[in-house]
């Protein structure tokens, strides 16, 4: 780890209040599925990075509980495609922190196992292959033909593409924090 873990005791202002948010906002709330805070009370995963910068941290926590909580994306929907940015950077710490969810969501260990391939798994009803080969395309080529978003778009809706597209782009930053910080 690249940066020391922000204790409680040591926080300013803001990042207090940035703590307080994640360790007892709507993440905290539910079936925790990876600790938010560590034995040492520091966040964990990509929580504590945030602290570096309270105001930027404040505003991509928030888009990360907006793509979790607010979309209209079903929930294997989304953590498959989570899975597939974790599959895309790497990232140990997401495949750890959403596996379990995926799990929970009702993907099967063998679609997970694919997922982590970085394929788009069998056995998904034709919205949920739809959108998990949408995210795939986003991943690797960037972006999408005017063929893939004709179809994608007629099948999915535009507002799925454009959540699915913000939520490669957030997933990518975590991986690149977690990444650059050694989490």
């Known amino acids: 780890m690249r940066i020391d873990r922000y204790l409680p005791a040591g926080l300013t202002r803001e990042q207090k209040a940035l703590y307080d948010e994640i360790s007892g906002g709507r993440r905290s709330q539910g079936r925790q599925r990876f600790p938010l805070v560590g034995d040492d009370g520091a966040l964990e995963g990509p929580f504590n990075a945030m602290l570096l910068a309270p105001k930027v941290g404040l505003a991509l926590q928030e888009l990360g509980a907006a793509i979790r909580y607010g979309t209209t994306l079903s929930p294997r929907v989304r953590e498959g495609s989570i899975l597939l940015v974790a599959a895309e950077w790497d990232c140990g710490f997401e495949r750890k922190a959403h596996e379990p969810i995926a799990a929970d969501c009702g993907l099967s260990d063998e679609q997970i196992r694919e997922i982590r391939s970085g394929r788009t798994p069998s056995g998904l009803d034709e919205v949920e292959t ?29 507002e799925t593409i454009f959540e699915l597209s913000t939520l490669v782009g957030y997933y990518s930053i975590l991986a690149l924090q977690l990444r650059i910080f050694r989490v």
Do not use: C, P
């Open 130 to 158: 739809a959108a998990l080969d949408v995210t795939r395309y986003l991943i690797e080529a960037r972006d999408l033909s005017g063929d893939e978003f004709a179809k994608y778009s007629d099948l999915l809706g535009v």
